[in-house]
């Protein structure tokens, strides 16, 4: 699946081609991976220098950037897009509990906790907002996670579109792990 990925994939979303690289690639004819694998190694040198072979093998799947898996996680988050919009509160709260349980899920199995909630709304007309919270503690309770997140929703009501996608996240995260002698320390 992966080179056909790659092919299908507009110019502008590859890794290193910012707009007025994508610029120039579309004047070129570029607009897509599989635009960019007809190319060849000499014409891509030519047009974009010491950048071209990196292209070249982009186009191929190949990408010789480290791979980091101890990148550190700076939220937790869960969001669902809904087959028909939603526009009252009632059944938006009801959206939110499946969410809330998926991200608390999260901090339990993992041991984390994050001091900002926020809310994402994404409406009909694809339009986005986020709406957070910072909290002088981390949250400790899945309550106090839906609480919160409830609270963020109603100070949008009425909402002016219908809403498609509803996400919560947590930031400002922090590690919880026990001690030897069994006691909870915050990292």
């Known amino acids: 699946m992966g080179p056909a990925f ?3 994939l ?3 979303r590859f890794h290193g081609v910012g707009p007025a690289t994508e ?18 190694l000499a014409f891509l040198q030519q047009h974009f220098g010491k950048s071209g072979p990196y292209y070249f093998g982009i186009a191929r799947g190949i990408d010789f950037r480290p ?9 937790v ?10 526009v009252d509160y009632e059944p938006m709260r009801d959206a939110l509990h499946p969410i809330i349980d ?16 926020t809310l994402k709304m994404k409406f009909s007309d694809f339009t986005q907002i986020t709406r957070s919270r910072s909290e002088n503690t981390a949250i400790g309770f899945r309550e106090a996670l839906e ?9 949008e009501m ?18 919880r792990r026990q001690d030897p002698a069994g006691m909870l320390l915050i990292e």
């Open 6 to 8: 790659v092919e299908a």
């Open 10 to 12: 507009p110019i502008g």
């Open 23 to 40: 610029a120039k690639m579309h004047r070129l004819g570029i607009m897509s991976g599989a635009d960019l694998k007809t190319k060849s």
């Open 67 to 75: 791979v980091r898996t101890n990148r550190i996680r700076k939220s």
């Open 77 to 86: 988050g869960a969001e669902n897009t809904f087959m028909a919009d939603l």
């Open 102 to 117: 998926k991200v608390w899920r999260h901090c339990e199995a993992t041991g984390v906790r994050g001091r900002t909630i």
């Open 147 to 155: 609480t919160a997140s409830l609270e963020l929703l109603a100070r």
């Open 158 to 175: 009425p909402v002016p579109r219908a809403v498609r996608l509803l996400g919560v996240s947590l930031s400002n995260l922090e590690a």
